[in-house]
């Protein structure tokens, strides 16, 4: 097999999870099913960079700078981009972004607010949201916040753009 014909091969899976996470089909949610989200209140900037490090296991949301067209953006775990997902409703927090556009998109989940920081750069609204699953979701603005799973490595904004419905979280 060429090495034409392997990449396309390979690449298949992830443009096919890619169609459906934008594509109508990934909006599940029902209108009547309400939004649960927490505000995240003892989430607060932690200052300037002297401030003290995160603790084991949590996770300091920092701001990244853009290059080229890509502005400012959110970074978590291991200095990984984050992402937003248009089709999310702002301000409700609930996120349609569920099975396999979940395992493309994974999103942002704590076990509770004490595991969230964020740094003094990123002056929007932290919250927490359940999904269909039952996990806690960080929204940032409104919004859930998503990790890219063809970003392997920080500092990589490979689904900015992607679909025209994935974009990386502005402060």
Not at 151 to 163: H, L, N, P, R, S
């Amino acid at each position: 097999m060429g090495r034409r014909n392997l990449a396309a091969t390979l690449s298949l899976p992830l443009i096919l999870v890619l169609a459906a996470c934008s594509g109508p089909a990934a909006a599940t949610t029902s209108p009547s099913q309400p939004a649960a989200t927490q505000p995240v209140a003892s989430v607060a900037p932690t200052g300037s960079a002297d401030a003290s490090p995160a603790s084991a296991g949590q996770i300091e949301l920092k701001v990244a700078p853009g290059a080229g067209s890509i502005a400012a953006y959110l970074t978590g775990k291991d200095g990984k981009t984050l992402y937003i997902f248009t089709k999310d409703t702002a301000g409700n927090g609930k996120s349609v972004c569920n099975g396999d556009c979940a395992t493309a998109w994974p999103p942002l989940v704590v076990a509770s607010v004490d595991e969230v920081k964020a740094d003094s750069g990123a002056t929007g609204a932290l919250a927490l949201a359940t999904r269909d699953d039952g996990t806690k979701q960080v929204t940032y603005k409104g919004l859930p916040l998503y990790y890219f799973a063809a970003d392997t490595a920080a500092g990589e904004t490979k689904g900015q753009g992607v679909g025209g419905v994935w974009f990386v979280a502005n402060p």
